[in-house]
T-cell receptor, first 109, second 115 residues
Framework: GIQVEQSPPDLILQEGANSTLRCNFS?????LQWFHQNPWGQLINLFY???GTKQNGRLSATTVATERYSLLYISSSQTTDSGVYFC???????????FGSGTKLNVKP | EAGVAQSPRYKIIEKRQSVAFWCNPI?????LYWYQQILGQGPKLLIQ????????DSQLPKDRFSAERLKGVDSTLKIQPAKLEDSAVYLC?????????????FGSGTRLTVV
């Protein structure tokens, strides 16, 4: 399978601060998605981004496929951003997603 | 558009008992996934269906876990007999197809506690 490493494992921010989450993966991928799991356990799809850059409001993501990493940027963080952020990848030779262990974000008011 | 429906929301059973979870995917989604998420870890794929056929079940403990997707719509995951280490959240997800994973959507999950 594909190894997916996320960093940092834990992050505490003051409301309004910016942050960058990183996802490294061990093989070429044809699909990469970022998910947010809220404190109630619901996983929400944030971005489909196997390469390039996308933005959605205060969130943006960049994947550099040739260097096997992806970054998720959160600007002007809000308490509702708290939860766990997962990166999931699918490789060319695999038919399933591999998830990282996540970055647990706590935004304090 | 209705989301992925799962039931029950919570379940507590004793070890060696059996349990079943139900999932109804988004209408029109051909691909259905069951994941196991242990506390503090990312989801791990147990089984993936394309319509009513199994695409991948390499990480399904087949001695105790079984899953079916009759008629290619809703699906049931069963554990028999349960062990303490099966305590986890069981997530169902669906997507339009398995190639693009377009519209990949998770249900709210079933939290299983085995005592």
């Amino acid at each position: 399978g594909i190894q997916v490493e996320q960093s940092p494992p834990d992050l505490i921010l003051q409301e309004g601060a910016n942050s960058t989450l990183r996802c490294n993966f061990s093989d070429s991928v044809n699909n990469l998605q970022w998910f947010h799991q809220n404190p109630w356990g619901q996983l929400i799809n944030l971005f489909y981004i196997p390469s390039g850059t996308k933005q959605n409001g205060r969130l943006s993501a960049t994947t550099v496929a040739t260097e096997r990493y992806s970054l998720l940027y959160i600007s002007s963080s809000q308490t509702t951003d708290s939860g766990v952020y997962f990166c999931a990848v699918r490789g060319w030779n695999f038919n399933k997603f591999y998830f990282g262990s996540g970055t647990k974000l706590n935004v304090k008011p | 558009e209705a989301g992925v429906a799962q039931s029950p929301r919570y379940k507590i059973i004793e070890k060696r008992q059996s349990v079943a979870f139900w999932c109804n995917p988004i209408s029109g989604h051909a691909t259905l996934y069951w994941y196991q998420q242990i506390l503090g870890q990312g989801p791990k794929l147990l089984i993936q269906f394309q319509n009513n056929g199994v695409v991948d079940d390499s990480q399904l403990p087949k001695d105790r876990f079984s899953a079916e997707r009759l008629k290619g719509v809703d699906s049931t995951l069963k554990i028999q007999p349960a062990k303490l280490e099966d305590s986890a959240v069981y997530l169902c997800a669906s997507s339009l197809d398995s190639e693009t994973n377009y519209g990949y959507t998770f249900g709210s999950g079933t939290r299983l506690t085995v005592v």
